[in-house]
């Protein structure tokens, strides 16, 4: 015996198997805001992509090992507008050294969310 759905079913369907897909993530699900972090590191790479820029840290830890941050940020357009609107605020330069302010994540202790950045120049970002 062949079941048919009718339309009315395949769309009610769709919608609701769509409906993870078009919902955003709160970020205070993910990190954890009384929980900040500062450091020093040099920035090893970006990726300039949506829905959100990510900056690599590397981080020099005491015993000399080395940490890769993966610090989460805004998405390209506001950022590149919040670039153009600040003075200061040049290019991201790789292998630069700068102090990355962020709240950790709840369960990955190489993320973050970022709160600030100071370039090397001095000049302070705080998307």
């Known amino acids: 015996m062949a079941t048919t759905v009718s339309p009315a079913g395949l769309l009610a369907l769709l919608l609701l198997a769509s409906h993870p897909a078009m919902a955003h993530h709160s970020t205070a699900l993910e990190y954890d805001y009384d929980l900040a972090h500062e450091f020093d590191a040099v920035l090893a790479g970006y990726d ?3 829905p959100h820029v990510w900056f690599y840290f590397d981080e020099t830890m005491p015993d000399g090992t080395v940490k890769r941050w993966s610090i989460q940020s805004r998405s390209p357009a506001q950022l590149r507008r919040m670039m153009e609107s600040e003075s200061g605020i040049g290019a991201f330069d790789l292998g630069e050294t700068y102090t ?3 709240v950790l994540h709840r369960w990955d202790p190489a993320n973050g969310l970022l709160r600030s950045m ?3 120049s001095g000049a302070l970002f705080s998307p």
Do not use: E, I, L, S
């Open 100 to 102: 990355v302010r962020v």
């Open 48 to 50: 300039w992509v949506n």
């Open 118 to 120: 100071q370039f090397p």
